[in-house]
Antibody, heavy 124, light 107 residues
Framework: EVQLVESGGGLVQPGGSLRLSCAASGFSFADYAMHWVRQAPGKGLDWVCG????????GYADSVRGRFTISRDSANNSLYLQMTSLRADDMALYYC?????????????????WGQGTLVTVSS | EIVLTQSPGTLSLSPGERATLSCRAS???????VAWYQQKPGQAPRLLIYAASSRATGIPDRFSGSGSGTDFTLTISRLEPGDFAVYYC?????????FGQGTKLEI
């Protein structure tokens, strides 16, 4: 059974930084693209970024490009999101999500498994 | 950027009835790369449909997807109590990979 467990969320001041982690199990993590998707309180879903199986392909939503960095450590079955220059509109529940194949590109960027999310609160 | 508009915003039906949810794209979605997700309160989304009409693993055949170009539909035949939730469509034909705003299916 696929399991994705996020951690690292919390309260941070505007302009601050936070690093999210996602521990994966139940599948061959090294063989799949992975993503972060967020959901502001009471709002809809918003794709944040994705990374291919070997980190050779990475993409970001315009709203986070230059501030967020996605990375992975396949030896430790872990996905990361380094967030800097955080703003009020970054406040959300951040989900780690698994892609259906090793590729990250148009045609493969949907999400067949999700974690339960970690909450990021940006407030002074 | 492709904007997805879902309708209706809220759909009120009863168990046993048929639900038809719409997702309209602001421009044609390449190769019908549209997915549908179900989200219940306090839970993560669950993939139902991908490639417009392919059911994800373990999804009952009461759920079906159709459409192409700019118009896509999720149909749930014979609603069960556990089907009442929020449903999102998503396009993955071009970046940024956008979601619709959701349709709430309520009793």
């Amino acid at each position: 059974e696929v399991q994705l467990v996020e951690s690292g969320g919390g309260l941070v001041q505007p302009g601050g930084s936070l690093r999210l982690s996602c521990a994966a199990s139940g599948f061959s993590f090294a063989d799949y693209a992975m993503h972060w998707v967020r959901q502001a309180p009471g709002k809809g879903l918003d794709w944040v970024c994705g990374i291919g199986w070997n980190s050779g392909s990475i993409g970001y939503a315009d709203s986070v490009r230059g501030r967020f960095t996605i990375s992975r450590d396949s030896a430790n079955n872990s996905l990361y999101l380094q967030m800097t220059s955080l703003r009020a509109d970054d406040m959300a529940l951040y989900y780690c999500a698994k892609g259906p194949s090793h590729q990250f590109n148009s045609g493969t960027t949907f999400f067949d498994s999700w974690g339960q999310g970690t909450l990021v609160t940006v407030s002074s | 950027e492709i904007v997805l508009t879902q309708s209706p915003g809220t759909l009120s039906l009863s168990p046993g009835e048929r639900a038809t949810l719409s997702c309209r794209a602001s421009q044609s979605v390449s190769s019908s790369y549209v997915a549908w997700y179900q989200q219940k309160p306090g839970q993560a989304p669950r993939l139902l449909i991908y490639a417009a009409s392919s059911r994800a693993t373990g999804i009952p055949d009461r759920f079906s997807g159709s459409g192409s170009g700019t118009d896509f539909t999720l149909t749930i035949s014979r609603l069960e109590p556990g089907d009442f939730a929020v449903y999102y469509c998503q396009q993955y034909g071009s970046s940024p990979y956008s979601f619709g705003q959701g349709t709430k299916l309520e009793i």
